[in-house]
């Protein structure tokens, strides 16, 4: 970002949140709307571990119903 404030570079490609604050504090920068690249996420668990498995989908349901899983996203996945 330091290289793009100085002109060194035309473009940087980073997460779209931290993206639009920097658009937003740095006058004259434009942020493109397509998507450059989709992220999903995982977890692994051992085919014959089903209690395990049953543990983590109910934590996330968990964290959906109760809204905590949004807080967490506002949280961690903005720029500030």
């Known amino acids: 970002m330091l290289a793009l404030n100085q ?5 940087v490609v980073i997460d779209n949140e931290p993206a639009k604050v920097f658009v937003a504090e740095n006058e004259g920068l434009t942020l493109i709307e397509d998507a450059y ?19 983590i989908n109910a934590s996330i349901e968990n964290l959906k119903e109760t809204g905590k899983l949004q807080e967490i ?3 961690y996945i903005s720029a500030e």
């Open 7 to 11: 002109d060194k570079v035309d473009a």
């Open 37 to 55: 690249d989709e992220e999903e996420y995982a977890i692994a668990v051992a085919k014959d571990n089903t209690e395990l498995l049953e543990k």
């Open 73 to 75: 996203i506002d949280s």
